[in-house]
């Protein structure tokens, strides 16, 4: 049976009537420690099969507004360049019909596909970036399009605003001083002072693409991600952020990548899940 994003059991799935596309895209090249990031999208869609279609905190029914979900995209084999462009072309595809893509990764790389089709349509784009990792370097292995670059190839794009950061080189330190495109907002400092949301907010334009690496979570609560680092975020208080950050705005699209399933853990899994299901419950009231 074909994965379906809040289970088969879900009567709202129709394409035409959908208001999200979810477009799984399982693709690992580049994964530099943890191995498997390709298996993310199958486990968030088979985890989401387990979700409680009524939110508890929005009092609704958040997949009435008809969540469609994609074939699982078939770039496995590609270069990473190659995947991109077929992400584009798919996430292009799916705005034309002005339905709000959900990208699954796979390796963060997914998001620059997403990102340039996105801003085609939108030209006032900038992006809400949450990773532990600045994703900073110019090239990564000889890669530039490698999970380590991911930011600098999309401030190319649209400006990025980047929470949770916890590691970073010197050269990724000192680039994201000195240039404009990319603003930078570092977990230790985001537990000291709460303002950091509206910083983030007041960086924004009105049309934001929002991508969230899960390893800007704690490892305690999200283990299953390719490359952990202590000190991340938990769970109520992503939640009340994103809520915050994203209040006034469009989202135009979001990804949730590199999910790196650990085998007979179902719960990073399932917050995966829940977590794309409650966004969006906070953008379509
Ligand atoms: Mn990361």
Request: net charge negative; hydrophobic share 40%; proline share 5%.
């Amino acid at each position: 049976m074909a994965l379906v994003f809040g289970g088969p059991e879900n009567k709202f799935t129709s394409p035409d009537e959908a208001k999200v596309v979810v477009l799984p895209v399982p693709y690992g090249k580049t994964v530099s420690y943890r191995k498997g990031t390709e298996n993310g999208p199958a486990a968030i869609l088979e985890a989401s099969d387990n979700l409680e279609l009524f939110d508890e905190e929005l009092n609704k029914e958040i997949h009435l507004i008809g969540i469609n979900t994609a074939p699982l995209l078939k770039v496995s084999n590609l270069k990473s360049e190659a995947m991109i462009t077929a992400v584009e072309k798919s996430v292009a595809d799916i705005l034309r019909l002005d339905k709000m893509p959900v990208v699954l990764g796979g390796e963060h790389a997914v998001t620059i596909g997403a990102v340039r089709a996105a801003k085609e349509k939108f030209n006032d784009l900038s992006i809400l970036y949450f990773d532990a990792h600045s994703d900073l370097r110019d090239s990564y292995d000889g890669n530039k399009y490698s999970h380590a670059c991911v930011a600098r190839r999309l401030l190319e794009i649209a400006p990025v605003v980047a929470s949770g950061i916890r590691s970073l080189s010197r050269e990724e330190h000192e680039f994201a001083l000195n240039n404009k495109g990319v603003k930078i907002i570092k977990m230790h400092d985001m537990i000291k002072n709460h303002d950091w949301q509206n910083t983030v907010k007041d960086s924004l334009s009105k049309n934001i693409y929002i991508s969230i690496d899960l390893d800007v979570f704690d490892p305690s609560i999200m283990p299953s991600v390719g490359t952990p680092e202590p000190g991340g975020m938990h769970w109520h208080g992503f939640l009340e952020a994103i809520r915050n950050i994203i209040s006034g705005k469009n989202v135009v699209g979001f990804d949730v990548v590199e999910l790196c399933p650990i085998k007979d853990m179902v719960a990073p899994d399932f917050m995966a899940a829940k977590l794309i299901y409650k966004i969006l419950g906070y953008i379509f009231p």
